[in-house]
């Protein structure tokens, strides 16, 4: 049977020669230029073109019309896989390929946020992605990403696999342009050993311009061609009237190629195309180091992402690409198997290890009922789960999407440092200007090469890297300790915390209140008591209904109304029955015991049953509380319980202050009558901690609190293991730590290089040594943030 060409719907009749994977399986093509277009497709990161294309592409056209341009990233259906939507704002991360230092992302930010419609564009040079929010009434995706591909680089919608498929061909297109720098500057090293020692005795003029013609020849192709990723920077920032860190370096190659080709033509003056050579490998060098690193760097957010496995199994058996899956699937997880989608089990038993999100290394139970993630592993039962959210609202995503968003949030010195950077760029020229002008004068014959090393030796490569490098490995580190950042204002302001203020219930108690005693006081069946009171709290959500959920329900409860911060009542058989505090259940609250957390059951204002409640502290909060007092931090629990219970817990745990019973309005109001010198953090996890979260120097919210607390917080514990709090407070320390011997280093190199090279110390193979290796250094201490065994080597900051 004859099968059609997937692309153009043609029949084949070569077999399966030509086949491409698309969305995790091989289609059969027809020929080599239909494979080859669908080749293009799929790499370019549009294979949504293949899901709602309503025909095959034209053979006469094989490449679709709107594939010829950037346009069918403004296809609604297409969009859906990588464009947030919020309040009428539209939100994507895209791949920029090309930008190499401070000046490119500011250039591009310049640009773009020049557009009409958008409202933010925040470049990561380090990532090498770009946060982009816009209104899509006044202007499409399509026309932002043209304005980026005329400055120079090229911009799509961020994919982890495509986007380390580029990365590798541009390390592969560096070690081409690598391989040729170094072998040509081997054979003018020789040549050039030979000019300056004349080892050959008395050297022949003609053997001289020999040598320099021979050298010409090889300095060529460097200049050409392994020199090129300096030329195509600079001439983009000059371009958009701006200096960036390749402007003096293009400089100095052109400079020195054009004076030796001039003095080799005409036989007078001086040539340095051994110094062209040795610049660009040594160049080259240093930047396929520096890109290895922030690799390095960037990939652990990116990584997460691959966690969600390519395809996915249904219930009925069918394969379908995972990034296919829509909300209401249900999906068949096998034992050792990835889950594919954020979902909630259906059917079946297992244990998932869930450290990749939390950072807790123990396997987590769950049941019917229970919420799984995307990319957390299955490892012990076969489950059916029911897709609750698409990829790109999955958890990990939103998480990769909080963290790239806290790494392009910079800090005020890291702002500072790039200002002073594209300055100094202008501050680098004038002075070479400067610098040739006074050798001129008085030795002419070296003014060239000083103006060369000034020009090289003091690029402010490190200066642009110190801060960036540091802040994304900081992230990455603190995303393993199941803590996400959502502002990047935690670096600075979790190290300045003098005043804590916490939350109770759900915080540093489980929050998983049960039910420990029950006591009747009528005679009434026990279990009928449980199953009326189950009913009546079932129309509630806060977590005392959730002691009850266990518990059979009775038929004909009605009316029922939930009275807030008291109780809820309802009719059952001819009778008013209430559940909650004494003083709303009981008409006579005589029998109430003096019980810390006490709640009644009555019939008619009579008791009938008495239940116990208890929440658990957690185990971390008595270390966490500890901790805080060493470091000298007073602690507050602020409150809405007003029972015996918030005390208990307060001289339980050594609490400084308590504040019980307050709204959330009040506790708000609480936190701005602290004096202006106390820096506060505000630990909570329900809504009525949101306005507080907000209103905090800095907050943390549970990672199972509720949406809004967390949507208010500048951090979210991913895990119930409130130590991670301290660990985190110690590599914010540490990361100050590392972007101060960062700025100090690179300035320090820049202060000390400088004078020594205006003075002629330094020769231009030693400037360029120096120049790449700063840059080198300050990424490799950035990554010292990575380490494995980093929290416990911190215990003494």
Known sequence: MTKDCYHCGEPVLTGDSY????????????????????????????????????????????????????????????????????????????????????????????????????????????????????????????????????????????????????????????????????LATMQVMMLAVAMYFEVFGDMDESFRDYFRWVSLIFATPVLLYSAMPFYINAWRNLKAKTLGMDVPVSIALLFAYFASLYATVTGKGEVFFESIAMFTFFLLVGRFLEMRARRTAAAASANLLKLIPRLATLSSGEQIPAKSLSIGHV???????????????????????????????????????????????????????????????????????????????????????????????????????????????????????????????????????????????????????????????????????????????????????SISDTQLYADLDIEQAKAIAASLESYANHPIAEAFSNFSKQDGVENVENVIGEGLKGQFGNSEWKIGKPEFSLNNTDIAENSAHQIWLSRDGEAIASFLLVDPIRESSQTLIDKFHEAGIKVTMLTGDNSATAQTVADKLGIDELVAGVSPQGKLEYLNSLPSDQITMMIGDGVNDAPVLAGAHLSVAMGGGTDVAKASADMVLLGDDLTKLLDARKLASFTQKIIRQNLAWALGYNLVILPLAVMGFVAPYVAVAGMSGSSVIVVTNSLRLFKKDLVETLKGV
Request: proline share 4%; hydrophobic share 40%; net charge negative.
């Open 19 to 182: 086949k491409v994977e698309i969305q995790g399986v091989y289609r059969i093509m027809c020929c080599p230029g239909c494979e080859a277009v669908a080749t293009t497709i799929v790499a370019s990161g549009l294979t949504s073109y293949y899901e709602y294309r309503t025909a095959p592409a034209e053979k006469a056209n094989l490449v679709p019309e709107e594939l010829q341009s950037l346009s069918l990233y403004d296809n609604e259906d297409v969009q859906q896989e990588f464009v947030r939507h919020e309040n009428g704002i539209d939100e994507v991360v895209l791949s920029v390929d090309g930008v190499s230092c401070a000046a490119c992302a500011w250039l591009i930010e310049k640009q773009l946020n020049n557009q009409e419609g958008v409202s933010r564009i925040r470049v990561n040079t380090t990532t090498n992605r770009a946060t982009l929010r816009w209104d899509p009434s006044k202007t499409k995706l399509s026309t932002l990403l043209n304005k980026i591909h005329a400055l120079g680089y090229k911009a799509a919608p961020f994919e982890a696999d495509n986007q380390e498929a580029q990365y590798h061909h541009t390390m592969k297109q560096y070690l081409y342009k690598l391989g040729i720098a170094g």
């Open 331 to 513: 999906v068949r997880v096998l034992p050792g198997e990835p889950f594919p989608a954020d979902g909630m089990v259906v059917e079946g038993v297992t244990t998932v290890d869930e450290s990749m999100l939390t950072g807790e290394s123990m396997p987590e139970s769950r049941k019917t009922g229970d919420n799984v993630y995307a990319g957390t592993m299955n490892i012990d039962g076969n489950v059916d789960i029911e897709v609750s959210a698409e990829k790109k609202d999955s958890l990990i995503a939103h998480i990769v999407q909080l963290q790239d968003a806290a790494q392009l949030a910079k800090p005020r010195v890291a702002e500072i440092a790039d200002i002073v950077a594209r300055y100094f760029v202008a501050a680098i020229l004038i002075i070479s200007a400067c610098t040739w002008w006074y050798w001129q004068s008085h030795r002419p014959e070296d003014a060239f090469w000083i103006m060369l090393s000034v020009l090289v030796a003091t690029c402010p490569c490190a200066l642009s890297l110190a801060t960036p490098t540091a802040l994304t490995c900081s992230t990455s580190t603190f995303g393993k300790l199941g803590i996400l950042l959502r502002r990047g204002h935690v670096f600075e302001t979790l190290t300045q915390i003098n005043r804590v203020v916490i939350d109770k219930t759900g915080t540093l108690t489980e929050g998983n209140i």
